[in-house]
């Protein structure tokens, strides 16, 4: 999200560390149509409450090393040497399926955004990359494809584009003692906005996770997007990305006023689609939730 949202979000969570009980996040919850019918059909079969202080911004199963638990990210995820210096963000993660975990993180100004990538034997690494002419400073969220060698990144706002990277830490190109640059663009044929998290179902297939507010672009707020990709990424060429609305996100909550769609993460293992909703007001406490669904 935009820095002066990302900041409210912080400061409310950061006032619920401290018993605070006066909460805002951004998004308006307000009804709208229903999305189009689509041949891609997610259903809902659960969920699960969403801590706010560590799991209302991002999730990501891990495949390696075998029987590791699911991984959040929130406010309460950040560690102290790390918001110390400045990465006072943390976005929606992933993990390549040989088992290394990228968190995207981000800082209110400069012209940096940095990844941290736990390896499987459990050590942590900071990979940064200087800003391309024009790219925003958000960091919104990681995605890594699934050969392991490319990850996608996006900005918030309204977007025609999504980043490709090198993957830190697994692409044999990354240094942390060099820049991690963009190496590639997916161009979208139709407009994102507020994109929270995205992960790949396939090689050429993404599921992403919107807090549009408005609901001009697809006719409904905070969608569900399928990205169908011209090719697999592979660093070296633009792609291109057709973009599809799938069904609106679940908006439930015993409180009124604005939810926030967060990260979103496919598990290949299971075919689970896991999405965080986290609610308005005081009930981000209560029940903030983490979306089951299943195909068909």
């Given at each position: 999200?935009?820095?002066?949202?990302?900041?409210?979000?912080?400061?409310?969570?950061?006032?619920?560390?401290?018993?605070?009980?006066?909460?805002?996040?951004?998004?308006?919850?307000?009804?709208?149509?229903?999305?189009?019918?689509?041949?891609?059909?997610?259903?809902?079969?659960?969920?699960?409450?969403?801590?706010?202080?560590?799991?209302?911004?991002?999730?990501?199963?891990?495949?390696?090393?075998?029987?590791?638990?699911?991984?959040?990210?929130?406010?309460?995820?950040?560690?102290?040497?790390?918001?110390?210096?400045?990465?006072?963000?943390?976005?929606?993660?992933?993990?390549?399926?040989?088992?290394?975990?990228?968190?995207?993180?981000?800082?209110?100004?400069?012209?940096?955004?940095?990844?941290?990538?736990?390896?499987?034997?459990?050590?942590?690494?900071?990979?940064?990359?200087?800003?391309?002419?024009?790219?925003?400073?958000?960091?919104?969220?990681?995605?890594?494809?699934?050969?392991?060698?490319?990850?996608?990144?996006?900005?918030?706002?309204?977007?025609?584009?999504?980043?490709?990277?090198?993957?830190?830490?697994?692409?044999?190109?990354?240094?942390?003692?060099?820049?991690?640059?963009?190496?590639?663009?997916?161009?979208?044929?139709?407009?994102?906005?507020?994109?929270?998290?995205?992960?790949?179902?396939?090689?050429?297939?993404?599921?992403?996770?919107?807090?549009?507010?408005?609901?001009?672009?697809?006719?409904?707020?905070?969608?569900?997007?399928?990205?169908?990709?011209?090719?697999?990424?592979?660093?070296?060429?633009?792609?291109?990305?057709?973009?599809?609305?799938?069904?609106?996100?679940?908006?439930?909550s015993a409180c009124s006023g604005?939810?926030?769609?967060?990260?979103?993460?496919?598990?290949?293992?299971?075919?689970?689609?896991?999405?965080?909703?986290?609610?308005?007001?005081?009930?981000?406490?209560?029940?903030?939730?983490?979306?089951r669904f299943t195909r068909g």
């Amino acid at each position: 999200m935009p820095l002066r949202a990302r900041q409210g979000c912080h400061l409310a969570l950061t006032g619920l560390a401290t018993l605070a009980l006066a909460v805002g996040l951004a998004g308006p919850s307000a009804a709208a149509p229903a999305a189009a019918p689509s041949a891609d059909t997610w259903t809902e079969v659960g969920s699960d409450r969403a801590d706010p202080l560590t799991e209302s911004q991002g999730l990501a199963s891990v495949e390696v090393p075998a029987g590791s638990p699911n991984r959040y990210t929130g406010i309460g995820t950040i560690p102290l040497g790390l918001s110390t210096r400045g990465w006072n963000h943390v976005g929606d993660p992933d993990a390549s399926y040989d088992g290394h975990y990228v968190e995207p993180y981000q800082r209110d100004d400069g012209n940096t955004k940095m990844f941290r990538v736990q390896a499987p034997d459990g050590r942590w690494s900071e990979y940064v990359h200087t800003l391309s002419p024009g790219e925003a400073l958000n960091n919104s969220w990681s995605a890594i494809s699934p050969d392991g060698q490319w990850m996608l990144a996006g900005e918030w706002g309204t977007m025609n584009r999504l980043l490709v990277f090198p993957t830190p830490g697994v692409n044999a190109s990354t240094s942390p003692s060099a820049n991690l640059p963009q190496t590639a663009t997916v161009h979208l044929d139709h407009a994102v906005r507020d994109v929270q998290g995205c992960d790949f179902l396939d090689a050429t297939t993404l599921l992403c996770s919107s807090d549009d507010p408005a609901g001009t672009l697809f006719g409904i707020t905070k969608p569900l997007l399928r990205i169908d990709l011209s090719a697999a990424p592979n660093g070296t060429a633009d792609v291109t990305g057709h973009v599809t609305a799938l069904r609106q996100l679940p908006l439930r909550s015993a409180c009124s006023g604005d939810f926030e769609t967060e990260g979103i993460d496919y598990d290949r293992r299971t075919g689970t689609l896991r999405v965080i909703v986290v609610s308005p007001g005081f009930c981000v406490l209560t029940d903030s939730k983490t979306y089951r669904f299943t195909r068909g």
